[in-house]
């Protein structure tokens, strides 16, 4: 760990003072990222915007959000959005293929958000093609747009989880179900 972790009131006091949402509990990343409260504002704003006043379904926008935990390596990401993805009604079954795209698992909105989501990871933006099947399974805009924010917050908030090496609270896993983090790529 780079940074040291700030005391729990220490976090919940950058938050209020930020005027980020009450909602945000002061997990080890907003425990770091306060050390520079407009940083950890951005953040907190993010994550607000996207997890508690966002209109994509949840199961939806869970799935996006393990996919890029998973391609970047980061545990921390995995780890807390495992549980929310149980909570929302993702299966183990289900979280396990979002690891490699399963078709016969995934059904055709899912593969879609995994496709998306790997598109702007190894190339910025989404193709035409594949924002087109979004917008047309979605069948909301505002949905289409947090779609798309996803993949780039979450990899800059699992840049810097992994850059600072925050570690995850004690009781989250790193990997579940299974335990068994991402190969890197030979």
């Given amino acids: ?16 003072e930020t005027g980020l949402s009450d909602r945000l509990p002061p997990v080890n990343l907003l425990r770091t990222v306060m050390h520079q409260p407009p940083v950890g504002k951005i953040i907190g704003d993010a994550i607000d915007a996207l997890v508690f006043s966002g209109v994509l379904d949840a199961r939806l926008r869970e799935i996006a ?18 549980t929310i993805g149980r909570r929302v009604g993702l299966s183990d079954e289900e979280i396990t293929a979002i690891q490699t795209a399963d078709a016969e698992v995934l059904g055709t909105r899912e593969r879609c958000v995994v496709r998306l989501v790997d598109e702007v990871l190894d190339g910025v933006s989404v193709t035409p093609e594949t924002l087109r099947e979004a917008q047309e399974l979605l069948g909301d805009d505002r949905a289409l747009l947090e779609l798309v924010m996803i993949p780039g917050c979450y990899r800059a908030i699992g840049t810097v989880l992994l850059s600072f090496e925050i570690p995850l609270e004690d009781g989250v896993a790193a990997w579940p179900p299974h335990g068994r983090p991402p190969v890197a790529d030979p």
Avoid at 1 to 16: E, G, K, N
Avoid at 65 to 82: D, P, S, T
């Fill in 1 to 16: 760990m780079i940074l040291p972790l700030l005391d729990a009131d220490r976090t919940a006091a950058a938050i209020r």
């Fill in 65 to 82: 959000i393990l996919r890029v935990g998973w391609r970047i390596g980061a545990a921390y990401e995995w780890g807390h959005h495992y």
